[in-house]
């Protein structure tokens, strides 16, 4: 059963720059599936923020693509985001989540709540 | 593409049957998939590609649809069935969308 834990800062100042791990547990990240990261606020609700293949490949939903940055590192099962820049806007739940073979979102994380304050 | 759920929350007994709807602003095929949120927990799948059930749901769960209409249905509501459920779409258009919910609660 893979699982999927995220980890990191639960506070972050504006205009500073929000890092998460995520460490996957139960099976290799180094399959043929797509790692992607969703966050949930109050507001805007469930918003897919981007995807990574194991290989390094990326894509980014256009709304974050000039702050995000997602990496891989399949020597250790982990997956990390980092988002620039941020505003009391980013606050939200960040979630890792696999993609299954047909795109469903078939394995998530517990979730960790960002709060950007000063 | 934008994903609009509806309606925003629904009111119902144990042993009902409900439907809640989403439509798609453009067609997706049957790349819609569908999931079940409980307070304070990550999202989970139940429904994929319309009508696929993810293993270890429920049969009383069942979606349908394809292009831009899409339901999901629960037959015989149970106590654990009160949640939020969100649709998603996953066409190979990116970004992948979410609709914004329907909240189902105890009548």
């Known amino acids: 059963q893979v699982q999927l834990q995220e980890s990191g800062p639960g506070l972050v100042k504006p205009s500073g720059t929000l890092s998460l791990t995520c460490v996957v547990s139960g099976g290799s990240i180094n399959t043929y599936n797509w790692w992607t990261w969703v966050r949930q606020t109050p507001g805007l609700g469930l918003e897919w923020i981007g995807e990574?293949?194991?290989?390094?490949?990326?894509n980014y939903n256009p709304s974050f693509k000039s702050r995000v940055t997602m990496s891989v590192d399949t020597s250790r099962n982990q997956l990390s985001l980092r988002l620039n820049y941020v505003t009391a806007a980013d606050t939200a739940v960040y979630y890792c989540v696999r993609q299954g073979g047909s795109r469903e979102f078939d394995y998530w994380g517990q979730g960790t709540l960002v709060t950007v304050s000063a | 593409i934008q994903m609009t759920q509806s309606p925003a929350s629904l009111s119902a007994s144990v042993g009902d049957r409900v439907t809640m709807t989403c439509r798609a602003s453009q067609s997706i095929s049957n790349f819609l998939n569908w999931y079940q949120q409980k307070p304070g927990k990550a999202p989970k799948l139940l429904i994929f590609l319309a009508s696929s059930l993810q293993s270890g749901v429920p049969s009383r769960f069942s979606g349908s649809g394809s292009g831009t209409n899409f339901s999901l249905t629960i037959n015989t509501l149970q106590p654990e069935d009160f949640a939020t459920y969100y649709c998603?779409?996953?066409?190979?258009?990116?970004?992948?969308?979410f609709g914004q919910g329907t909240k189902l609660e105890i009548k």
């Open positions: 990574i293949y194991p290989s390094g490949t990326t």
């Open positions: 998603q779409q996953s066409f190979i258009t990116l970004p992948y969308t």
